[in-house]
């Protein structure tokens, strides 16, 4: 059968198994969410290729787990030192790909992915390990840690190399060989950095990246024996899957999930900075980021004049074509991903909230060819109680929800009132009470007066419905490592 000239124009990507870029039997269609349309074939792997991955990572890894920790970060330096080298290139894909500003692509996404492998690179040189002599009894006792093996590896589709590369480059830096699983909506620029994995002199095997479903290559990947090991970021419906298809074989897990974070602000806050940067942890990447804050408490005796500067605020982050260097936030990931994040703007108002601005208020002013992209425009909503789903489920999108509180115990209470708990923000100039808050939340990481400021070195994850264990400096050698107690008796 002859291809038409658009089948002949869209870019098909390969996987990448043992060194080579292998063809898959069926694909799956990627669209632009800027414009709705078709532009890139995705390989539909299942059991087969991932099958093949894992044999190969499984061949790579005794001589890649041998090699010194300086000989391995040789090699992780020379592919962010590539990355950088093309990030114009990359940061133009991963805009297309996901829908995202370029300028977020540019200065966030992928400079981060470079970041990931020089950091893991140099931070896996300096961990000790433990020793403790027991002299009464004439022994000496030591901890030894070593590779694990295979790890499986699987990304969600907001921040998809930043995301990839947080995974890859610690699981290798540390001796492990590894397959990953790109979210099928956005793997370009994982299929790119194959390209650079074969330019840096990565050995074949040592990363393999396999695309297609969740349902099928990840179910694949995370049920497969030889697997030890799961690093996952994604939603929490998937981790309680992906535990469970894991669960028969032990695996070690790192599960990095959903969050409904709130905002906690007291009447002494600095009321510019917070504004400025509580609209953007609201909706930077189109409120697609697991860190975003999408509750916002607000002490009573500010919250009027902190709801009308803060929807102006917002009415000014502009949404519109990616590629537009004015754009604050381009489009959401699907069609259907767009439903849904409205659905919950259709909710709100049945409930009697009231929406101050966004969807269904203020039109977006798009070219024609963006018409049909998924845009939304940003979203403010008050009056909803806390028990409503609007105020309790993850949304994913640029909306958040606004709301007064009277006490610092009240506050807290309804800050912790989700079944998640991945970040938050606190806003005071009391350091006391900053500090104080700070202690009560349940959130794997407590902003004070910022947001989204991250040091590598320190954990990273979730509590509660947010995650299982931690990423980050130490936490990831201890994750992508066994450790094994010796007791030497003299
Ligand atoms: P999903 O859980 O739907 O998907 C995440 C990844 O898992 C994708 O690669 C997906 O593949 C794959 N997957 C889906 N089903 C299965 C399965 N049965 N077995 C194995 N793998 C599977 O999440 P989203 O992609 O929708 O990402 C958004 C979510 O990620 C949000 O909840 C967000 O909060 C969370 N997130 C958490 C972060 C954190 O660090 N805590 C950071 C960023 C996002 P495919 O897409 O190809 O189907």
Redesign the pocket.
């Known amino acids: 059968m002859s291809k038409t000239s658009e089948e002949h124009s869209l870019l098909v990507l390969k996987n990448y198994i043992g060194g080579k870029s292998v063809s898959c039997r069926s694909y799956i269609d990627s669209y632009d969410p800027s414009t709705g349309e078709v532009y890139c074939k995705v390989p539909d792997s299942g059991k087969e290729e991932v099958d093949a991955a894992v044999a190969a990572a499984k061949e790579a890894f005794p001589e890649w787990s041998a090699r010194s920790p300086e000989q391995r970060a040789k090699i992780l330096h020379k592919l962010a030192d590539l990355i950088e080298a093309n990030l114009e290139e990359f940061a133009q894909a991963e805009s297309k790909d996901q829908g995202k500003t370029i300028t977020a692509a540019r200065t966030v996404d992928i400079p981060r992915a470079a970041y990931n492998f020089r950091f893991f690179s140099t931070s896996m040189l300096h961990h000790t390990t433990d020793c403790s002599p027991m002299d009464h009894m004439g022994c000496l006792n030591y901890t030894v840690r070593c590779p694990v093996g295979v790890a499986g590896l ?6 998809p190399l930043y ?1 990839l590369t947080w995974k890859i480059a610690p699981a290798i830096a540390a001796g492990n060989t590894v397959v990953a ?5 956005t793997s370009v620029t994982a299929w790119m950095l194959c390209k650079l994995i074969q330019q840096a002199g990565v050995p074949p095997g040592v990363i393999n990246i396999v695309f ?4 099928r ?3 694949a ?2 049920s497969h024996p030889e697997v030890p090991l799961i690093s ?8 309680q ?2 535990t469970e ?1 894991s669960a028969p074989y032990c695996k070690k897990l790192s599960l ?4 409904k974070n709130p905002a906690i602000i007291f009447a002494d806050a600095d009321l510019d900075q917070c504004i400025e940067t509580t609209v953007r942890s609201s909706f930077l990447n189109q409120g697609e ?3 975003c804050t999408s509750r916002i408490y607000v002490e009573r005796s500010i919250y009027s004049e902190f709801l009308e500067r803060f929807v102006a605020a917002a009415k000014k982050w502009k949404t519109g074509v990616p590629s537009d260097p004015s754009s604050k936030n381009g489009a959401l990931i699907s069609k259907e991903h767009l439903e849904k994040v409205r659905s919950y703007i259709a909710l709100a108002k049945s409930e009697g909230g009231i929406i101050h601005c966004g969807e269904g208020l203020d039109q977006l002013d798009l070219p024609e060819r963006n018409k049909s992209g998924y845009f939304m425009p940003t979203t403010v909503i008050t009056g909803i109680s806390d028990s409503s789903r609007v105020m309790q489920e ?1 949304i ?1 999108g640029p909306v958040t929800c606004i709301s007064p509180f009277d006490t610092e115990d009240e506050a807290v209470a309804r800050g912790n009132g989700v079944r998640y708990g ?1 970040s938050a923000t606190v806003w005071s100039k009391d350091v006391g009470k900053v500090h104080r808050v700070a202690q009560r939340l349940q959130a794997g990481l407590v902003w004070t007066n910022c947001w989204l400021v991250r040091d590598l070195n320190l954990p ?3 509590m509660k419905n ?2 299982v264990g931690r990423e980050g400096g130490k936490d990831s050698y201890h994750f992508f490592t066994e450790v094994k107690s010796i007791t030497i008796k003299h």
Not at 181 to 185: D, F, I, L, R, V
């Open positions: 699987i990304s969600p589709w907001n921040l995301l699983k790109p979210s099928e909506m297609g479903s969740g349902p290559a990840g179910d990947l995370v996952f970021t994604g939603s929490t419906a998937t981790a899957r992906i298809r990095e999930l959903g969050g980021i697991c860190l993850e994913f991945l990273f994850g979730g947010s995650g």
